[in-house]
Structure formats: structure tokens, C-alpha cells
């Protein structure tokens, strides 16, 4: 039962920065909101597999080639402590694929824009693993003990992905002119996007009133997002690429970067499957799991059979 | 044919066989009938083409004209290529990758741990360190043969049709030439006949396990040590090759 006492004890508990374990009470919402948010997370590691994988086989050299595939490879792996740590909240492996398939449970918008040069790569890399990690490091300190401890790995892995893609931006922008501006164009169409992953201003975010009390979500959108623009355009400025904003200024009294208006329109229209690529992410991710059937099928049946054998024995 | 030449000729089979079959693998990202088998295609590809990446860096250093593995990788031709036809064979369904996996991984555990004793010193490296690799590849596709085979009716019949196809294949692994007569005199190269008795052992005793029919030995295809390949080789290297043709001054 939900009573007023089991929340107010719940809510000690968080207050007290101790974190919750899969055997401890929990209200229903709780748990709704983080079955909602880790398997989100999780399909955005696995459907993030997808851009990228584009260019695994088209990759420019040897070395480019093996630190795209560990790349991908640790993506899957986040994909897996995520799928792990939202089975703690009683639901099945099963289930999240099926409610991903069913469109019920979301994905990262920004894994919906093609990758659609070599430079593509670099920028994803970059700037969405760049923006990812910013999320993630916040989350360590979230409520949920499983959820919290799958962030510490996965932040472990994350700088290199971060690093990755930052080294191959860096090349281009050093390179012959075609590398340059190759490199130029994949920022000025990843960079709106990214900022737009750490979700709507503060002022309009539908779910983060509970998610900060119950501590899920530890910073607002706005604050993570201001974090990844400070520290991104110093980067870019290394590189000698230009940030897509003119209203891009550095505000001295404050101590951060002014950026100009976000495209909402677009980001609703993405969310609400109508980004380039929605439609066949999913259909791809459906048909991987429809010619994987017989494969799980034949699996069963053969650990089945194996632990008849064990019986009789 | 001089001892140089020949090391140079051996060194690109062992390092376009890596990549090639290491590439195929690759293009299993994202399509695995579970995340899990997602994960260890991708890591069985990342073992191959590191090893491709060593070998040819050695071919490199050995046919000594200043190229790189990167040269070697990304601006040979198809008849320039020496990897066997069976890596070059499309992925099919899952059981048709299964079915060649086993059959190259219990080929070069055969090859590698032979190799480990090689005079070469650089190539008894690079083989110590495939053989931890490749014995867990072997271990993976057995594990599936085994499943697939003694799983459903429709596994059963699937993969026992994938080895089928495939076997016709098979034979070319053990061909020799100009390259290998030195090469073994030297004690650098294994006879590769010597091989043939324990990789059909191998064989034998997975696919029996798995309760399926081991395929007779008929007509072989043959033709990847002259370089006349499978059709399938032309666009790999188109796709694989393609930045670096595009933009020939540009550096990755
Ligand atoms: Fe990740
Ligand atoms: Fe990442």
C-alpha cells in the first residue's frame, strides 16, 4: 500500500542521498518513471549502434576501422547493464524490445539523423557522446542503486567515445580542404540536434518535477545543456571549426556561453516520428529481431533438451 | 621466385583472409538475433582485422617499398588479393556465418598453433596472439553449430544446409603453391596438407555432436592463390576502399 507513511519514509530515504535497492519499497511512479527513463536509455544505446555502424565498413583505415568497432561493441555492452538494470524493476528483456517495437517506449531523437559522411562519425562521437556523457556523469549521483551503478561503467567508457570522435573531427579540420569542409558540415548539422538531447528548457519539461524530488534526475535540462555548450566551443575552437550560431557569445559576468533559439518545432516534429530516419531505424531493429527468431527459438529448444539430459542423468 | 617474395605473397594471404573474413563479420552490427550475439560478431571482427592490421603492416615492412598496411588494406586491386574464396562468401542467415566460422576458426587454430613455431619471428607473434583469439571463435561457433544443429527441425535443416553449400569451399584452404614449397623449407610456412587430418576432426566431432550429416568431399572451388576471386571481392573493396580512392591526398 501506498500509504502516506511508506512515502514519507520513501522520501527520508532519498532525501538522505542513500540509494534505493530493487527489494526496497518504492512508490508505483517511482518505478514507472525509471522503467520509462533506463529503457529509453538503454534503446538509445542500441539504436545508436545503427548510425554509426553505417561506416564500420567503409572506415578510412585499419586503426579507424578497429576504434569504430570497439566503439559500437561498448555501445552494445551499455545497451546490455541498461537492459540488466531495468529487468531489477521487474520487467522483461522481452517486454522493453516489445514496447520499443510497439513505439511505446522512446529512443534518443538524435539517433534518428543520418550519418551521412565519413566526418559524421567524428561529430557523433564528438558532440553526441560528448553531450551523453554530461547527462551520464550527473546521473551517477542518481536515486536508483542499479541505474546508478550502470552510469559509473558506463561513464568509464564514455570519454573514449568522446575522445574518438573528437581525434577524427580534428584530423578533417586539419586536413586538405574537401577534409575541412567535410568536417565544417557535419557540425553545423549535428550541433543543433545535440543540444536538443538534453530535452526541453526547464521551463517547459513535463516530467522533471517528481523525477528531481525522487532524485532520478539530479541537474535540469537547461544546466547540463550549459555545461556541454561551455565546454564544446572551446573545443571547436582548437580545431578551427565554427559553431552554426551567430548568437554565440561569451557572457563575461555570468561566466557561460549565450547561444541563439532552438528549433522546438523541429525537435517535436523528431520526437513525434517525423525525423529522417524514424522510421527506419525501428524497421531495422524489427527485422534484426524477426530473423533472429528461429535463431532464439533453436536456442531454447536445444537448452531445454540439455537440461532433460541433466535430469535424467 | 625469391625467399622475400614469397614471405611477401604468404604474409598478405594470412592478413587479407583476417580482414576480409573479419569484415564480412562486421557487417553483422546491429543484425545479431540477440544483443549478445550482436556483441561477440563485433568482437570476433575487432580480433581479425587487428590481426589483418599486423600482418600487413609486416607484409609491408617485408615487400620493404615504403607502403603501409594501410596501402595494402586500401589500394590493391581485386587480383591482387590472395584471401581464400569462402571469407569472401555473402553472411546468409545466421547459421550460414555459424557454419563458415567454425570451419576457418578450426582452420586457423590448426594453421596458428602451427605457426607459433615458425622461424619467422614476427609471424610466430602475431600467432600466439590468434590462437587465445581464434580458440574462443572456435568456441562460440561450436556452441552455435551445436544449438542450430540439435535445436528445432528448422534450425537443424537450416544449418545442415549451410554446410552443404558451403563445403565446396573448403578444399581451397589447404592449396599450396610456389610460395608455400619455400617458404616451408625455410621452416617459416606449414604444409598445409599436414593440417587437413586434425581440422576434419574437428569437423567431424562438432558436427556429429550437432547431430548433422558431415558433407562428402565433391568438386572444390578453387582459384584465390592466382587471385581469381568470388564476384563478392569487387564490391567489398568498393565499399571498404572507398574514402581512400575518393580523396587519394587526404590522410584519415
Ligand atoms: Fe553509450
Ligand atoms: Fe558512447
Same mark, same amino acid.
Given at each position: 500500500?501506498?500509504?502516506?507513511?511508506n512515502?514519507?519514509?520513501?522520501?527520508?530515504?532519498?532525501?538522505?542521498?542513500t540509494k534505493?535497492?530493487?527489494k526496497?519499497w518504492?512508490?508505483e511512479?517511482?518505478?514507472?518513471?525509471?522503467?520509462r527513463?533506463? /529503457?529509453q536509455?538503454?534503446?538509445?544505446?542500441?539504436?545508436g549502434m545503427q548510425?554509426?555502424?553505417?561506416?564500420?565498413?567503409?572506415?578510412? %583505415?585499419?586503426?579507424?576501422?578497429l576504434?569504430?568497432?570497439?566503439?559500437?561493441?561498448d555501445?552494445?555492452?551499455?545497451?546490455?547493464?541498461?537492459?540488466?538494470a531495468c529487468?531489477?524493476?521487474?520487467?522483461?528483456?522481452?517486454?522493453?524490445i516489445? $514496447?520499443?517495437h510497439?513505439?511505446?517506449?522512446?529512443?534518443? /531523437?538524435?539517433?534518428?539523423?543520418?550519418a551521412?559522411?565519413?566526418?559524421?562519425?567524428?561529430?557523433?562521437g564528438w558532440?553526441?557522446?560528448?553531450?551523453?556523457?554530461?547527462?551520464?556523469?550527473?546521473? $551517477?549521483?542518481?536515486s536508483?542503486?542499479?541505474y546508478?551503478?550502470?552510469?559509473?561503467?558506463?561513464?568509464?567508457?564514455?570519454?573514449?567515445?568522446?575522445?574518438?570522435?573528437?581525434?577524427?573531427?580534428?584530423?578533417?579540420?586539419?586536413?586538405t580542404p574537401?577534409?575541412?569542409e567535410?568536417?565544417?558540415?557535419?557540425?553545423?548539422r549535428w550541433?543543433?540536434?545535440?543540444?536538443?538531447?538534453?530535452g526541453?528548457?526547464? /521551463?517547459?519539461?513535463?516530467? %522533471?518535477?517528481?523525477a528531481?524530488?525522487?532524485?532520478?534526475?539530479r541537474e535540469?535540462?537547461?544546466?547540463?545543456?550549459?555545461?556541454?555548450i561551455?565546454?564544446?566551443?572551446?573545443?571547436?575552437?582548437?580545431?578551427?571549426?565554427?559553431?552554426?550560431d551567430?548568437?554565440?557569445?561569451w557572457?563575461e559576468?555570468?561566466?557561460?556561453y549565450?547561444?541563439g533559439?532552438i528549433n522546438?518545432?523541429?525537435?517535436n516534429?523528431?520526437?513525434?516520428g517525423?525525423?529522417?530516419?524514424?522510421k527506419?531505424?525501428?524497421?531495422?531493429h524489427?527485422?534484426?529481431?524477426?530473423?533472429?527468431?528461429w535463431?532464439?527459438?533453436?536456442?531454447?529448444a536445444?537448452a531445454?533438451?540439455?537440461?532433460?539430459e541433466?535430469?535424467?542423468? | 621466385?625469391?625467399?622475400?617474395? +614469397?614471405l611477401?605473397?604468404?604474409?598478405?594471404r594470412?592478413g587479407?583472409?583476417?580482414?576480409i573474413?573479419?569484415?564480412? #563479420?562486421?557487417?553483422?552490427?546491429?543484425?545479431?538475433p540477440?544483443l549478445e550475439?550482436?556483441?561477440?560478431m563485433?568482437?570476433?571482427a575487432?580480433?581479425?582485422?587487428g590481426? +589483418?592490421?599486423?600482418m600487413?603492416?609486416?607484409? =609491408?615492412?617485408?615487400e620493404g617499398?615504403?607502403?603501409t598496411?594501410?596501402?595494402?588494406?586500401?589500394k590493391?586491386?581485386?587480383?591482387q588479393?590472395?584471401?581464400?574464396?569462402?571469407?569472401q562468401?555473402?553472411?546468409?542467415d545466421?547459421?550460414?556465418t555459424i557454419?563458415?566460422?567454425?570451419?576457418m576458426s =578450426?582452420?586457423?587454430l590448426?594453421l596458428?598453433?602451427?605457426?607459433v613455431k615458425s622461424?619467422?619471428?614476427?609471424?610466430?607473434a602475431?600467432?600466439?596472439? +590468434?590462437?587465445?583469439e581464434?580458440?574462443?571463435? #572456435?568456441k562460440?561457433a561450436?556452441?552455435w553449430?551445436?544449438?542450430l544443429?540439435?535445436?528445432?527441425?528448422?534450425?537443424h535443416?537450416?544449418?545442415?544446409?549451410?554446410?552443404?553449400?558451403?563445403?565446396?569451399?573448403?578444399?581451397e584452404?589447404?592449396?599450396?603453391n610456389?610460395v608455400?614449397?619455400?617458404?616451408?623449407?625455410?621452416?617459416? +610456412?606449414?604444409?598445409?596438407?599436414?593440417?587437413k587430418?586434425?581440422?576434419?576432426?574437428?569437423?567431424t566431432?562438432?558436427l556429429?555432436?550437432a547431430?548433422?550429416?558431415?558433407? =562428402?568431399?565433391?568438386?572444390m572451388q578453387?582459384?584465390?592463390?592466382?587471385g581469381?576471386?568470388?564476384?563478392?571481392?569487387?564490391y567489398?573493396?568498393?565499399?571498404m576502399?572507398?574514402?581512400?580512392?575518393?580523396?587519394?591526398?587526404?590522410k584519415?
Amino acid at each position: 500500500m501506498e500509504s502516506t507513511n511508506n512515502l514519507e519514509k520513501f522520501q527520508t530515504i532519498i532525501d538522505a542521498d542513500t540509494k534505493i535497492e530493487p527489494k526496497d519499497w518504492m512508490p508505483e511512479d517511482y518505478r514507472k518513471h525509471l522503467i520509462r527513463q533506463i /529503457s529509453q536509455h538503454a534503446h538509445s544505446e542500441v539504436i545508436g549502434m545503427q548510425p554509426e555502424g553505417n561506416w564500420i565498413t567503409r572506415a578510412p %583505415s585499419l586503426r579507424a576501422k578497429l576504434i569504430l568497432l570497439a566503439k559500437i561493441q561498448d555501445e552494445a555492452g551499455h545497451g546490455l547493464y541498461l537492459y540488466s538494470a531495468c529487468e531489477t524493476l521487474g520487467i522483461s528483456r522481452e517486454e522493453l524490445i516489445d $514496447q520499443l517495437h510497439t513505439g511505446k517506449a522512446k529512443y534518443s /531523437s538524435i539517433f534518428n539523423y543520418p550519418a551521412v559522411t565519413w566526418a559524421d562519425i567524428g561529430a557523433i562521437g564528438w558532440l553526441v557522446d560528448g553531450a551523453a556523457i554530461v547527462n551520464q556523469i550527473s546521473l $551517477q549521483r542518481t536515486s536508483y542503486g542499479p541505474y546508478s551503478r550502470a552510469m559509473i561503467r558506463i561513464c568509464k567508457e564514455e570519454s573514449f567515445h568522446q575522445r574518438q570522435g573528437y581525434e577524427i573531427m580534428g584530423k578533417l579540420a586539419l586536413g586538405t580542404p574537401e577534409q575541412k569542409e567535410m568536417a565544417q558540415d557535419a557540425l553545423n548539422r549535428w550541433w543543433w540536434p545535440s543540444l536538443m538531447m538534453f530535452g526541453p528548457h526547464d /521551463s517547459d519539461s513535463p516530467h %522533471s518535477g517528481k523525477a528531481m524530488t525522487w532524485r532520478i534526475k539530479r541537474e535540469s535540462n537547461d544546466v547540463l545543456r550549459q555545461r556541454f555548450i561551455d565546454k564544446t566551443v572551446q573545443q571547436a575552437e582548437v580545431i578551427g571549426l565554427k559553431i552554426p550560431d551567430d548568437k554565440l557569445k561569451w557572457n563575461e559576468a555570468k561566466g557561460v556561453y549565450e547561444h541563439g533559439e532552438i528549433n522546438w518545432e523541429e525537435f517535436n516534429q523528431v520526437i513525434n516520428g517525423n525525423g529522417p530516419l524514424n522510421k527506419i531505424r525501428l524497421a531495422n531493429h524489427i527485422s534484426a529481431h524477426e530473423n533472429g527468431a528461429w535463431v532464439r527459438e533453436a536456442a531454447n529448444a536445444y537448452a531445454a533438451k540439455q537440461k532433460k539430459e541433466v535430469l535424467v542423468a | 621466385m625469391t625467399k622475400q617474395e +614469397a614471405l611477401f605473397s604468404y604474409t598478405l594471404r594470412l592478413g587479407d583472409n583476417a580482414l576480409i573474413l573479419g569484415h564480412r #563479420l562486421s557487417e553483422w552490427s546491429s543484425k545479431g538475433p540477440l544483443l549478445e550475439e550482436d556483441i561477440a560478431m563485433t568482437n570476433m571482427a575487432l580480433d581479425l582485422i587487428g590481426r +589483418a592490421d599486423a600482418m600487413l603492416k609486416y607484409a =609491408a615492412q617485408v615487400e620493404g617499398k615504403g607502403r603501409t598496411e594501410d596501402d595494402l588494406a586500401y589500394k590493391r586491386g581485386e587480383r591482387q588479393f590472395l584471401c581464400n574464396l569462402i571469407v569472401q562468401l555473402p553472411n546468409g542467415d545466421f547459421g550460414y556465418t555459424i557454419a563458415r566460422q567454425l570451419i576457418m576458426s =578450426a582452420f586457423d587454430l590448426c594453421l596458428y598453433e602451427e605457426l607459433v613455431k615458425s622461424k619467422d619471428e614476427t609471424i610466430a607473434a602475431i600467432s600466439a596472439k +590468434a590462437v587465445k583469439e581464434v580458440k574462443y571463435h #572456435l568456441k562460440f561457433a561450436t556452441d552455435w553449430t551445436l544449438r542450430l544443429g540439435d535445436g528445432t527441425e528448422e534450425s537443424h535443416q537450416r544449418i545442415q544446409k549451410s554446410f552443404n553449400d558451403i563445403w565446396m569451399y573448403t578444399g581451397e584452404l589447404f592449396e599450396m603453391n610456389e610460395v608455400d614449397a619455400i617458404l616451408i623449407k625455410e621452416g617459416i +610456412a606449414v604444409d598445409l596438407n599436414s593440417l587437413k587430418a586434425r581440422w576434419k576432426k574437428i569437423m567431424t566431432e562438432v558436427l556429429l555432436e550437432a547431430t548433422l550429416t558431415v558433407p =562428402a568431399d565433391a568438386y572444390m572451388q578453387t582459384g584465390s592463390r592466382k587471385g581469381v576471386h568470388t564476384e563478392n571481392l569487387g564490391y567489398i573493396l568498393a565499399e571498404m576502399q572507398y574514402l581512400q580512392r575518393a580523396y587519394p591526398d587526404a590522410k584519415w
